[in-house]
């Protein structure tokens, strides 16, 4: 069933733009107005809203945290993430106004689930992200909606992860759309740019093979570490992360301006240090600043690996690697700046020769607290 592939990973990577796809049939009509009637939620419900809160574990904790860039931005509404396992031991402060979102692909992380069942518990409507029909956290949620990844059998998550992206940016576009907020050229050119992600994806999976050389050639590293900006510091995590399952190396993403207060004094001659930079469009202070992180890094004798916008030629000079992705709306670039890193990975496990579909110590969906 791994239609060719040596693992399930890679075939799920490959899958990815049509994941994304299928997640947005439906969903967005010819007009740019979205329809996600399996909401359950009703407008009138959605306008009362006055907090979101997102828990979640893992890779679905990171789509969180990208989600809160985009509906805090786009909605005005104020948007907090928390770690599913950290929620409820701390006392969160919820209420009928509250909308608790429940990330999770396998619907059955004990974690999540305990998360929710307290927002339940304080009166909070939780909507459940979820890929697996009929599983726990969705029908005991108030409303779901499903990613439509299709099963994914490598314990690391990589399709889920970028349908659960794309719907976040569904919900907040929604919420945008039933409460009047910011409704105008900026939501209409994101909700184009949407639709067409998935070919973005499918872009970026046709220029994969330098990354994989690369990773190849980093297989005896002990550390690699990841940086980024705004949404660039999430995926960055998520790097981190696969790395981490995958590979068993320390792997640490972190946000690049945090660099001099503390984690600069880590780099060493050839450490490989991956850097996702935002979109010298948008933003470009931001841009800026992560080039000078990038300088700084290199003159400490980092091996540069950058993961730049076609088009940006600032960072040329000082990527050791350059790996390029398509240019995006800022807020839509971790769908496409994550599919690297992903295949990054999985290549490096490979090359350490690791179990790449069932790494040590790890179980697909964790069902216990
Ligand atoms: O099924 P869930 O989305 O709730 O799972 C959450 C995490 O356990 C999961 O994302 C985990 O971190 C993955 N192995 C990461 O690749």
């Known amino acids: 069933e791994k239609d060719g592939y040596d693992y399930f990973m890679l075939k799920e990577i490959a899958e990815q733009p049509k994941a994304v796809a299928d997640t947005l049939l439906g969903r967005i009509d010819p007009s740019g107005s979205l329809t996600l009637d399996e909401l359950r939620i009703t407008p009138a419900d959605l306008r009362q809203i006055d907090k979101v809160v997102i828990v979640a574990c893992g890779t679905a904790f990171h789509a969180g945290l990208i989600a809160k860039y985009a509906i805090e931005h786009w909605t005005r509404i104020p948007c907090e993430v928390e770690l599913a396992s950290e929620f409820r031991y701390r006392d969160p402060i919820l209420g009928g106004r509250s909308l608790v979102i429940a990330i999770s692909q396998s619907g059955e992380t004990m974690d999540t689930l305990m998360a929710l069942r307290h927002a339940r518990e304080q009166g909070s409507k939780v909507l459940a992200i979820c890929n697996t029909n009929g599983s726990t956290i969705p029908r005991e949620s108030d409303a779901v909606l499903y990613t439509h990844a299709g099963p994914e059998v490598a314990v690391a998550s990589t399709k889920a992860f970028l349908t659960q992206l794309v719907a ?50 980093l297989a005896g590293k002990d550390t690699v570490l990841f940086l980024g900006r705004h949404v660039g510091y999430p995926v960055a995590l998520e790097g981190a992360l696969k790395l981490k399952e995958l590979a068993y190396m320390h792997a640490e993403g972190f946000a690049a301006g945090e660099l001099k207060h503390g984690p600069i004094a880590l780099i060493e001659e050839d450490m490989p240090v991956v850097v996702v930079v935002p979109s010298p469009s948008n933003r470009s202070l931001l841009h800026d600043k992560i080039v000078s992180n990038i300088q700084e890094i290199r003159a400490r004798g980092a091996r540069t690996i950058v993961i730049a916008e076609e088009g940006d030629e600032a960072v040329v000079p000082y990527a050791d690697h350059l790996i390029r992705i398509p240019v995006t709306p800022t807020l839509l670039q971790p ?35």
């Not at 970026?204 to 330098?210: C, G």
Request: proline fraction near 4%; include cysteine; hydrophobic fraction near 45%.
């Open 168 to 217: 976040c940016y569904l919900v907040a576009l929604y919420l945008c759309q039933v409460r009047g907020t910011k409704w105008g050229d900026e939501i209409q050119a994101v909700i184009k740019d949407l639709s067409r992600i998935s070919d973005e994806v499918e872009r970026v999976l046709e220029t994969m093979e330098p990354v994989r050389a690369l990773a190849r050639t």
């Open 335 to 369: 769908v496409v700046a994550t599919v690297p890193l992903q295949v990054f990975a999985c290549e490096l496990a490979a090359a350490r020769g690791n179990e790449v579909d069932q790494p040590r110590n790890l179980a697909k969906s964790v069902t216990v607290e």
